[in-house]
T-cell receptor
Framework: GESVGLHLPTLSVQEGDNSIINCAYSNSASDYFIWYKQESGKGPQFIIDIRSNMDKRQGQRVTVLLNKTVKHLSLQIAATQPGDSAVYFCAENIQGGKLIFGQGTELSVKP | DSGVTQTPKHLITATGQRVTLRCSPRSGDLSVYWYQQSLDQGLQFLIQYYNGEERAKGNILERFSAQQFPDLHSELNLSSLELGDSALYFC????????????FGQGTRLTVV
């Protein structure tokens, strides 16, 4: 069936460390993936996206890696800051604009 | 601020009632999406409209319906409300119809009592 799952429901890191959030997707036909960040009481906020013809994409302090062989997606956050504390969702585009979201990983940054 | 406006922010209503949630997309965006976020189901795609036409449909209940108007704003109608419909309802918009970043509004928190 359609599903996008996360390996870790919670992640706690020290300020300044790098964070890695993982995601597994199930639909090999998916050709576009997005990472969103959701802070308490707010709507999801776009972080970075990647198309299936790419393996890696970098943004400001964030990198997304895509491994199509094992259907795995990861989000790397460099020099994690307290403001990065939030729930992170991966999403998979499988039909039109339909995004299938994972369960989310809560990132907690300790000062 | 994403530029997507949702009203109302909070809504409390009784079971069996009908409510309408409204969404104004970002200026220039043609596509509007509706999502439901509950604690046990996560973020669930409901429906997408592109330039007034339904584009994609998720697991939207028959009691729910939506439309996108000529000015591109959208409304989500929820009827015969049940306790289990209590959730956050998000609207998102994007320029393109697919494979593009979508910008989310702040959501409408619906509580059915």
């Amino acid at each position: 069936g359609e599903s996008v799952g996360l390996h870790l429901p919670t992640l706690s890191v020290q300020e300044g460390d790098n964070s890695i959030i993982n995601c597994a997707y199930s639909n090999s036909a998916s050709d576009y993936f997005i990472w969103y960040k959701q802070e308490s009481g707010k709507g999801p906020q776009f972080i970075i996206d990647i198309r299936s013809n790419m393996d890696k994409r970098q943004g400001q302090r964030v990198t997304v890696l895509l491994n199509k062989t094992v259907k795995h997606l990861s989000l790397q956050i460099a020099a994690t800051q307290p403001g990065d504390s939030a729930v992170y969702f991966c999403a998979e585009n499988i039909q039109g604009g339909k995004l299938i979201f994972g369960q989310g990983t809560e990132l907690s940054v300790k000062p | 601020d994403s530029g997507v406006t949702q009203t109302p922010k909070h809504l409390i209503t009784a079971t069996g009632q009908r409510v309408t949630l409204r969404c104004s997309p970002r200026s220039g965006d043609l596509s509007v999406y509706w999502y439901q976020q509950s604690l046990d189901q996560g973020l669930q795609f409901l429906i997408q409209y592109y330039n007034g036409e339904e584009r994609a449909k998720g697991n939207i209940l028959e009691r729910f319906s939506a439309q996108q108007f000529p000015d591109l704003h959208s409304e989500l109608n929820l009827s015969s409300l049940e306790l289990g419909d209590s959730a956050l309802y998000f609207c998102a918009s994007s320029v393109e119809a697919a494979r593009t970043e979508a910008f989310f509004g702040q959501g409408t928190r619906l509580t059915v009592v």
